[in-house]
C-alpha cells in the first residue's frame, strides 16, 4: 500500500524557512515522479515544484517559487523534501506530496495517483 505522510509544516514569519517531508512507504520513490503541490483557501490546487525521478536529474518549479524552493530526495530514508527560503505571506496554504509512476509535466496534479494528507505553512507578515 502506498502511503505518503507530510510533515514539517508550522507558523513561520516573512522571510523564514521550513522544510517539508515526505515519508513513503509501500514503494521505492527512487522510481517515482514526486511533486509538492499547496491550495490556499478559495484557490486550485498548484504545482510547487516536482522531480522526475532520482535516475532524471530534470526538477520543475512554479515561477512563483523559482530561487527560493528547492526539492530533494533521500533515497535511503525513502523521503522527499521541499525546502522553502525566503517565505512570504503569499506561500501560505496546505502543501501537499503526491506521486506516480512517472509523469511530465509533472508540476500537473491531474497526472498523480497518490497523496499525502497535506500540511498547513502559515506564513505571517
Known amino acids: 500500500e502506498v502511503q505518503l505522510v507530510e510533515s514539517g509544516g508550522g507558523l513561520v514569519q516573512a522571510g523564514g524557512s521550513l522544510r517539508l517531508s515526505c515519508a513513503a512507504s509501500?514503494?521505492?520513490?527512487?522510481?517515482?515522479?514526486i511533486g509538492w503541490f499547496r491550495q490556499a483557501p478559495g484557490k486550485e490546487r498548484e504545482g510547487v515544484s516536482c522531480?522526475?525521478?532520482?535516475?532524471?536529474?530534470?526538477?520543475s518549479y512554479a515561477d512563483s517559487v523559482k530561487g527560493r524552493f528547492t526539492i530533494s530526495r533521500d533515497n535511503a530514508k525513502n523521503t522527499a523534501y521541499l525546502q522553502m527560503n525566503s517565505l512570504k505571506p503569499e506561500d501560505t496554504a496546505v502543501y501537499y506530496c503526491a506521486v506516480v509512476g512517472y509523469f511530465d509535466p509533472c508540476l500537473n496534479p491531474a497526472g498523480y495517483d497518490d497523496w499525502g494528507q497535506g500540511t498547513q505553512v502559515t506564513v505571517s507578515s
Open positions: 522531480s522526475l525521478s532520482s535516475s532524471e536529474a530534470s526538477t
Open positions: 509501500g514503494f521505492p520513490l527512487y522510481h517515482y515522479t
